[in-house]
């Protein structure tokens, strides 16, 4: 406990699913939560279980695919929340599923653009910041779908993850000089609508998890947000470029 007191962290797509269980975590700990996403709802009721935690939360409205919106992103967060001390960079989508032969030439691009534009932007200005202001922690989620396994008809997104599992190294290496880690986590199946084939209700999805995967089950939020977080921590202090696979052993 308190292991982020007074700290500032930003979440990307912090208004549900493992962004908010990421949110909530860092909130238990003491953090000022800022999370971000387009839609502002989910945003203020994010805000609204950090402070029923007693913990100080903010919103900021940003579409990760613009370039204003990301670094006014990071420039509220500075200016309105007492800096920037770890950055998880969460915000993506799992559109244009279907095979390569089949996908939509605007999904394909809308996939790469929220989540390989998206994280390089938001880890862009996040770099700026923490290299001239004492450093700081980056957690990119990527996925094990595209850099850890190769699963049929997710090959945008599947591309998209791998793309930024190699920007998570190549950010590691460019910026640990400067005090900033950055490190990423990569979630198999998590109890999120995210993982549901078209059309499976939750028990649907069990059954299939119980025979496709080595631990028989979906993996929870608050399993990556516990990950994410000795990631941000000084207790993983002698991690630069580190990609955690958390997939109930389906990669290996
Ligand atoms: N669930 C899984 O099984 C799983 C497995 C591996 C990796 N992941 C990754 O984990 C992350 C979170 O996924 P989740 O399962 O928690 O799903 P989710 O609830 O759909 O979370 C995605 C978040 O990203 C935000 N987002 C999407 N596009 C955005 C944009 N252009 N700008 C700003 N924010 C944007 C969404 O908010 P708005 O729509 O309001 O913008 C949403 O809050 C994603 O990167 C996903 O790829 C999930």
Known sequence: MGRFTDKTVLVTGGGSGIGRATALAFADEGAIVVVAGRTEEKLAETVRLIEEKG???????????????????????????????????????????????????????????????????????????????GGGTIVNVSSSVGPHV???????????????????????????????????VSPGPIDTPMSLLPGETEEGRADRLREALPIGRVGTVAEVANAVLWLASPESSYAVGVDIVLDGGGHV
């Open 55 to 133: 913990a100080k939360g903010g919103a900021v409205r940003a579409d990760l695919t613009r370039s204003d919106d990301v670094a006014q992103l990071i420039r509220t967060t500075v200016s309105s929340y007492g800096g920037l001390h770890v950055a998880v960079n969460n915000g993506g989508i799992l559109a244009a599923a279907g095979p390569i032969s089949m996908i939509d030439e605007e999904q394909f691009a809308s996939v790469l653009t929220t989540n390989i534009t998206g994280t390089w932007l938001a880890m862009k200005h996040e770099i700026a910041y923490m290299s001239e202001n």
């Open 150 to 184: 190769t699963v049929p008809y997710l090959g945008a997104y599947g591309a998209s993850k791998a793309a930024i599992s190699s920007l998570t190294r190549t950010a590691a290496l460019e910026a640990i000089g400067a005090g900033v880690r950055v490190n990423a």
